[in-house]
């Protein structure tokens, strides 16, 4: 089982850290992604972290304003935003891979096994 927590309504510019915790197995054993989807928009992908600490983000949306960090001692994967934008409103969600996925194949959301429920970031203007 995922549980996101962290989410909440903030203003533009400001950080939100998004938390997921990973039961049932060690969370070692999993690569895990954060995806967001919109409202009236596709499920995107946001940035993910293999089982070996490799890290991918998607591209020019995120890149250098989220992070994503895993600590296996408390089953549990953040995703740090700062510098949030309006366009960052989404229900965010993250999600469990028991493979060993090429960087390319993080992105895909087919390529999950597990998801969380989401939580809901709203980031106001």
Known sequence: QLQASG???????????LSCVISGR??????VGWFRQ?????REFVAAIKQSGG???ASDS?????TISRDNTKNTVALQMRSLKPE???VYYCAASERR???SSLWSDSQYD??????QVTVSS
Request: aromatic letters at 12%; a positive charge.
């Open 114 to 119: 597990f998801w969380g429920q989401g939580t």
């Open 101 to 103: 996925l090429i960087t």
């Open 55 to 57: 890290i991918s983000y």
């Open 62 to 66: 995120v890149q250098g304003r989220f």
């Open 38 to 42: 919109a409202p009236g928009k596709e």
């Open 7 to 17: 989410g909440g309504l903030v203003q533009a510019g400001n950080s939100l850290r």
């Open 26 to 31: 060690p969370s070692s054993s999993y690569a």
């Open 88 to 90: 960052d409103t989404a």
